[in-house]
């Protein structure tokens, strides 16, 4: 069976590394590789500070069809948290969501990159380049994420559009420019999988979720 990786699947055996979040372990940088695949970047004023903070993975697609069929089975929210990193030259992404059950926490570091809006880090564990590119922004509400993962040494490319939002849900406008994101890319708007939220993920708890209520139990 053949693989893909996304860059995040948080991002597994035959896997696809998709989402920027949601294996269970910390990916660290390595030097930044050439972009093979030109791609737009958002204005020369992209700023990175007020990019930082909380914001919500609510929308996502992929050209990865085991990452595509294991976020249907699982179309949860995921709650991300963006901090600097020691250096000016990368930050942490934190990834929470809830997966069989459990609230999972994951991080990734990013490299920033001499192109404004572009990062990049490296999974080692599965031999993948991915490089993010933030396309458009409005740093109070939303942001489209284009992910650009490459594995080696096959040089299999992978792509992956994110929208996240600083609530729960953005508006119908925003969601059409995303969908017009995706068809430009030849991706079909038909396959974005909307993300439900599951309520606050708790690292370390075990959810019980039914159709009329939610119930926690702490791990012993």
């Given amino acids: 069976m053949s693989e893909c990786s996304t860059g995040g699947g948080t991002m597994e055996r035959v896997v696809c590394v998709a989402s920027l979040l949601v294996l269970g372990a910390v990916w660290?940088?390595?030097?930044?590789?050439?972009?093979?695949?030109?791609?737009?970047?958002?204005?020369?004023?992209?700023?990175?500070?007020?990019?930082?903070g909380r914001w919500n993975e609510v929308a996502v697609v992929s050209t990865c069809p085991h990452y595509m069929r294991r976020k249907r089975g699982n179309?949860?929210?995921?709650?991300?948290?963006?901090?600097h990193g020691a250096s000016d030259g990368n930050f942490t992404m934190t990834a929470t969501s809830f997966r069989n059950g459990s609230c999972h926490r994951t991080s990734t570091d990013f490299r920033l990159t001499d192109a404004t809006g572009r990062f990049y880090h490296h999974i080692a564990r599965f031999r993948a380049d991915v490089d993010s590119f933030v396309v458009h922004y409005k740093y109070d509400e939303y942001a489209m994420i284009r992910l650009l993962s490459i594995e080696q040494p096959s040089g299999n490319q992978t792509t992956t559009f994110k929208l996240y939002s600083r609530s729960m849900s953005v508006t119908a406008t925003v969601l059409d420019d995303f969908k017009t994101l995706v068809r430009q890319r030849g991706l079909s708007d038909d396959a974005i999988i909307m993300n439900q939220s599951k309520g606050v993920c708790v690292p370390g708890e075990r959810v019980t979720i039914t159709a009329q209520h939610r119930v926690r139990a702490s791990r012993g």
């Fill in 75 to 83: 179309p949860v929210t995921v709650a991300l948290e963006l901090q």
């Fill in 28 to 52: 660290m940088v390595q030097a930044v590789p050439v972009l093979l695949e030109p791609f737009p970047l958002p204005k020369d004023n992209f700023d990175l500070d007020p990019f930082m």
